[in-house]
C-alpha cells in the first residue's frame, strides 16, 4: 500500500497542474473578451464607464499586459476629459430661443381716480 500511495501523489499533482493551466487559459481567455468588450463600449457614443472601467480591472487581474489594455485605459481616460468638458451641451433636440428684450419703455400706470363718494348710500336723504 505505501508504494501505491507514493505513485498516485505525482499523477495527481501533474493532473492538478493541468487543470489549473487550462483554468489559467480559460481565465485569460474571458479576460481577453473582456478588454474587447470594453473597447467596443468606449468607442459607442454614449458609453457605460462604470463597465468599460470593470472589464479593464478583469483583464488587469487576469495578468494581460498588452497594448490593447493601454488603449483601452487610454480610451476611458480621454472620454472621462471630453466628458467634463461637454456636461450641460446638449445637441439633442430643438435649441431655445431667448426672449427679444423691448427696448420700449413699459406702460405707465392710468392715473387714480380719487374717491369722490361713498361706496355706501345713507338712508333718509
Given at each position: ?103 420700449a419703455k413699459p406702460a405707465e400706470k392710468p392715473a387714480e381716480k380719487k374717491a369722490s363718494k361713498p361706496a355706501t348710500k345713507k338712508p333718509g336723504k
Amino acid at each position: 500500500m505505501p508504494i501505491e500511495a507514493a505513485l498516485i501523489k505525482p499523477v495527481v499533482d501533474a493532473l492538478m497542474g493541468l487543470f489549473r493551466r487550462g483554468e489559467n487559459l480559460q481565465l485569460k481567455r474571458n479576460a481577453e473578451a473582456a478588454l474587447r468588450e470594453a473597447i467596443r463600449e468606449l468607442l459607442l457614443a454614449n458609453p457605460d464607464e462604470n463597465k468599460a472601467e470593470a472589464r479593464i480591472a478583469i483583464a488587469k487581474a487576469a495578468g494581460i499586459l498588452s497594448a490593447d489594455v493601454v488603449l483601452a485605459e487610454d480610451m476611458l481616460r480621454k472620454h472621462r476629459a471630453t466628458k467634463s468638458k461637454t456636461v450641460g451641451r446638449s445637441s439633442v433636440g430643438k435649441s431655445r430661443k431667448r426672449a427679444a428684450k423691448s427696448t420700449a419703455k413699459p406702460a405707465e400706470k392710468p392715473a387714480e381716480k380719487k374717491a369722490s363718494k361713498p361706496a355706501t348710500k345713507k338712508p333718509g336723504k
